[in-house]
Nanobody, 115 residues
Framework: QVQLVESGGGLVQPGGSLRLSCTAS????????MGWYRQTPGKERELVAQ???????TYADSVKGRFTISRDNGKNTGYLQMNSLRPEDTAVYYC?????????WGKGTLVTVSS
């Protein structure tokens, strides 16, 4: 069983930056595709960014050019650097690891963008 723990959420003003971290238990993180999703009340969870084991990454159109996903397999940790934050980025952000046809999820971290 893989456990994922997110950190780094909080309150930030529009235009500001935050970096989210996701640390996985065990030593199989490097084999999985890691992603960041977000969800607001009443809406479905949406994919924000994803990075494959080899480093190939994809982004939702709404965050391209502002967010950067990365991973450090030696630390079993993934990151989401969020710049130029907007109020519409406010959501609970969840870390996901796809490993051997199984999805693992963190409990989420709240990001609030407000003045």
């Amino acid at each position: 069983q893989v456990q994922l723990v997110e950190s780094g959420g909080g309150l930030v003003q529009p235009g500001g930056s935050l970096r989210l971290s996701c640390t996985a238990s065990g030593n199989i993180f490097r084999a999985g595709t890691m992603g960041w999703y977000r969800q607001t009340p009443g809406k479905e969870r949406e994919l924000v960014a994803q990075i494959k084991p080899g480093g190939t990454s994809t982004y939702a159109d709404s965050v391209k050019g502002r967010f950067t996903i990365s991973r450090d397999n030696g630390k079993n940790t993934g990151y989401l650097q969020m710049n130029s934050l907007r109020p519409e980025d406010t959501a609970v952000y969840y870390c996901n690891l796809k490993l051997f046809s199984t999805d693992y999820w963190g409990k989420g971290t709240l990001v609030t963008v407000s003045s």
